[in-house]
């Protein structure tokens, strides 16, 4: 098992109309493209004054099916996201895999 954790912080001015999109739009297109079994979406638990910070975790069953994913579907889908919310958040990703 690989997850596939992106971390937002989002300035507030925009938190819940992006909240609204990541779970309506943007999720659901990146689960359709069929490189992930499950996803969650948390709330980090730290205040910062002008933003908020998020974890949004992707499972995917093995790394070929996540390259496929970094490969063909990633960069459009990023790009979405900078274009419905642009200058307004900075994103980072990790990757981990399952070791039991």
Do not use: C
Request: aromatic content about 12%.
């Amino acid at each position: 098992m690989i997850l596939y954790n992106v971390t937002v912080a989002i300035e507030k001015t925009v938190e819940e109309d992006w909240k609204v999109w990541m779970r309506d739009i943007h999720i659901p297109e990146v689960m359709a493209t069929g490189a992930f079994i499950e996803h969650k979406f948390f709330r980090v638990m730290k205040e910062e004054e002008e933003s908020s910070s998020y974890s949004i975790q992707y499972f995917a069953e093995n790394h070929s099916k996540l390259q496929l994913y970094l490969g063909q579907h990633a960069p459009g889908l990023q790009k979405k996201a900078g274009d419905a919310f642009p200058g307004k958040f900075a994103a980072f990703r990790t990757l981990l895999q399952a070791v039991e």
